[in-house]
């Protein structure tokens, strides 16, 4: 899709902003609808976007598959590891009330944190595996 | 109110309809579309039913994420459902599955019936305390204790994140490892092909061995 245009010049004048959709989507669950997991789709969707338009080996050197993979486990890790700190700070697994005064926002933040690196990582992860298939044939 | 009805009833109409497209069209592409037109119609049924995180959810992972997977499967797999035979035990299973789904919502309470155990719950009442201003919630439900209510909402305004991420944190870390194994998976059995480096010991030579050239 490379000749198009207008499609490229709508994707570019896009991408940042659906990106930014996401954060905002990711940092505001707490106040309106919306939380980890749709922040993790969305942002993924930019980057397939951006790999759909301008071709999947524009979208593999500005995110590498490598980083993509890491980031499928260190969400998870992440999400793990605010359950272990808790238990290590005297509470229960995954207790935010551990963490102190704000312990429940500062534990729900983060654990959405793991769940959008891991969902986004998996999406992108899914796209490039498949990408990479058709482009082998 | 006969207007919001109407749009209900348009929407769930165009859901059924979609839904008796999907399954009457053989062309694997035109159903791709048509799922996501489906999810898409039911986000919009979701946040008609004030379910906003839900419709959320549904309009990108449904209609935009899952429809560009599946497109992707279909560059491989081709566009082309193969014709199987239709048999009329797969129709009996159907009916009865479905006839099983309808039977278990007799036992639901009337939609929208204000003493519906989802509405009594501590849960739906926190979730409109946080949502309502507190000082005019009192005085229009002076049956739960604001405190009570305060101390329950954990201070966070949207209850659906809290109940996912603090209440049910460890569900959603289940979840989680859920989309961490699909990724998993998808890695282990198609990913990394272009990344491999054989060795050329271990390349294996699938040519019969009658067909092989003299060495």
């Known amino acids: 899709m490379k000749n198009h245009v207008i499609l490229r010049v709508v994707t570019k004048l896009l991408i940042p902003y659906i990106l930014l959709y996401a954060f905002y989507v990711q940092w505001h ?9 749709q922040a993790g789709v969305i942002f993924a969707a930019g980057i397939i976007l951006y790999a759909l338009v301008f071709g999947l080996q524009a979208a593999e050197d500005a995110i590498h598959p490598r980083v993509v993979h890491a980031g499928v486990a ?9 359950g272990v700190v808790a238990l290590l700070l005297g509470g229960n697994f995954l207790d935010y009330d551990a963490f102190g005064h704000h312990g429940q926002h500062h534990g729900i933040l983060l654990v ?14 899914i796209f490039y595996s498949f990408a990479e298939l058709v482009r082998s044939d | 109110m006969i207007g919001e009805q109407l749009i209900g009833v348009i929407l769930l109409a165009l859901l ?38 839900v419709a959320f959810t549904e309009a990108a992972v449904g209609a935009g994420i899952s429809t560009i997977l599946i497109l992707a499967t279909l560059c491989v797999v081709g566009a082309d459902e193969k014709q199987v035979q239709e048999s009329p035990l797969a129709l009996l299973v ?11 919502t007799l036992d639901m309470p009337r939609f929208g019936d204000p003493n519906a155990p989802a509405h009594q719950s501590l849960v739906t009442q926190a979730y409109l305390y946080s949502a309502n201003a507190p000082a ?3 005085e229009t439900q ?18 659906v994140t809290t ?49 092989r050239p003299e060495a």
């Open chain 2, 136 to 138: 005019e919630h009192r």
């Open chain 1, 29 to 37: 669950g707490d106040y309106g609808p919306g939380g980890g997991f």
């Open chain 2, 94 to 104: 159907v009916l009865v599955a479905g006839g099983v789904l309808v039977y278990g």
């Open chain 2, 16 to 53: 059924a309809l979609t839904a008796i497209t999907i399954a009457r069209l053989r062309n694997l592409l035109a159903t791709a579309m048509l799922s996501g037109i489906f999810s898409l119609l039911g986000a919009c049924w979701m946040l008609f039913l004030d379910a906003p995180d």
């Open chain 1, 74 to 82: 260190a969400g998870l890790l992440l999400y793990l590891a605010v």
């Open chain 1, 112 to 125: 959405e944190t793991g769940v959008f690196i891991t969902v986004a990582s998996v999406m992108v992860t």
């Open chain 2, 163 to 211: 109940v996912l991420a603090s209440f049910r944190g460890y569900d959603t870390m289940g979840e989680t490892a859920v989309i961490f194994t699909a990724g998993l998976g998808v890695v282990v059995i198609l990913g990394g092909a272009r990344h491999r480096r054989f060795e050329p010991s271990e390349t294996v030579d699938i040519t019969p061995s009658d067909e």
């Open chain 2, 142 to 159: 002076p049956s739960r204790d604001a405190h009570e209510l305060e101390t329950f909402a954990v201070g966070i305004p949207n209850t």
